[in-house]
């Protein structure tokens, strides 16, 4: 499974666009990149995935570059219920269990 | 939200005593696994399932075992808790796709 890497922790004002960059290095044609939202005392919830260019949902916008070594997790406007932790992790596709590496995530601290 | 339950919610047992932690899903998801998430580690996983009866082991399976009898049910038994065991446990479940669904958590403090 491919390392991800990214920010330990962020700081930004409400209203603010919050960009959060992944590297993936070693991530496999196959792989997806997926990004998961965690509350604190809740479990993870997945908010995005994508395999290549631009995918876009209510929650937020994931960029993934042409050679796919690194993505980038947009939320727009930020308000304070987005603080949370944000993991990034490389999916093997197809179908069967797998075993979702989560690495220590990026702590976005919303500031009022 | 998905339909999966943990039980117990908190749990505080001492060390050496048997422990049975268990998830419950009314989705009839095939895939269940099994997550202890530490201060400093993030989410390691700790056993999964991928129909009844068929388990596998994950990253930091030492000290538990699981067993899944029925599709909605997956169990994590601690034999003998000790206090390196203290964590929150969460039960994920899954289809063919690749989005796992959490559970609420499992508080578990071994004194």
């Known amino acids: 499974l491919a390392k991800t890497t990214q920010p330990i922790s962020m700081d930004s004002y409400e209203g603010q666009e919050v960009n959060i960059t992944c590297s993936h290095n070693n991530i496999a044609t196959n792989d997806y990149i997926t990004w998961y939202q965690q509350f604190p005392s809740q479990g993870p919830r997945f908010i995005i995935q994508?395999?290549?260019t631009k995918v876009t949902n209510e929650v937020a916008s994931l960029f993934i570059p042409a050679d796919r070594k690194s993505s980038t997790l947009s939320l727009p406007r930020v308000s304070l219920s987005d603080t949370a932790v944000y993991y990034c992790?490389?999916?093997?596709?197809?179908?069967?269990?797998?075993?979702?590496?989560f690495g220590k995530g990026t702590k976005l601290s919303v500031i009022p | 939200d998905a339909g999966i339950t943990q039980s117990p919610r908190h749990k505080v047992t001492e060390t050496g005593t048997p422990v049975t932690l268990r998830c419950h899903q009314t989705e009839n998801h095939r895939y269940m696994y099994w997550y202890r998430q530490d201060p400093g580690h993030g989410l390691r996983l700790i056993h999964y399932?991928?129909?009844?009866?068929?388990?596998d082991k994950g990253e930091v399976s030492d000290g538990y075992s699981v067993s899944r009898s029925k599709t909605e049910d997956f169990l994590l038994t601690l034999e003998s808790a000790t206090s390196s065991q203290t964590s929150v446990y969460f039960c994920?479940?899954?289809?063919?796709?690749?989005?796992?669904?959490f559970g609420p958590g499992t508080r578990l403090t071994v004194l």
């Open positions: 399932s991928y129909g009844v009866k068929d388990t």
């Open positions: 992790l490389v999916v093997p596709s197809g179908a069967g269990s797998y075993q979702l590496t």
């Open positions: 994920a479940i899954s289809e063919i796709d690749n989005e796992q669904f």
């Open positions: 994508g395999y290549k």
